[in-house]
């Protein structure tokens, strides 16, 4: 059976789910869900997800609403490679570990960039702030860089 993802490819972490599961061989149907219409508001929509975000997925009549329970579910449910979420307790703790910090560090610093630098030019039509998108930017660097360095 294949996992539905409710999804708008805007969303960060709709995509890290969709790309986990395209990396990891799951099988997947990719449900557009677009934010912006309305589509996360609907009663149905609700009804899957009481907090009205992306991602969705829905396993059979199962459903989750958080990206990185849908990772841990995935990785124990589905046949994938051990090293996307390995067996090996002290080996799955470091791959927690870095979801875990991942929120209020990758996620968060190249998202501001993102929405310093694009979004908010884009719906506002406006020219970004040049002074904060080069204060995001060098935030988000050195995040980058804790990527390489540590992880």
Not at 4 to 17: E, G, K, L, T
Request: hydrophobic share 40%; with cysteine; charged share 25%.
């Amino acid at each position: 059976m294949s996992v539905q993802i409710f999804a708008d490819v805007m969303s960060q972490p709709a995509r890290a789910v969709l790309i986990f599961c395209r990396a990891a061989g799951i099988k997947h149907e990719l449900v557009p869900v677009r934010i912006t219409n309305g589509d996360t508001r609907t009663p149905e929509y609700k009804e899957m997800n009481p907090f009205q975000k992306v991602p969705v997925i829905k396993d059979g009549d199962f459903a989750l609403t958080e990206s990185i329970a849908m990772f841990r579910y995935l990785a124990r449910e589905k046949k994938i490679a051990d090293h996307w979420y390995p067996k090996d307790s002290k080996l799955q703790a470091r791959v927690d570990e870095y979801l875990e910090w991942q929120h209020l560090n990758t996620r968060m610093h190249c998202a501001s960039f993102f929405i310093a630098r694009w979004l908010t030019p884009m719906m506002k039509q406006a020219p970004p702030d040049e002074k904060k998108v080069a204060a995001l930017q060098k935030t988000m660097e050195s995040c980058l860089d804790q990527i390489e360095q540590i992880w």
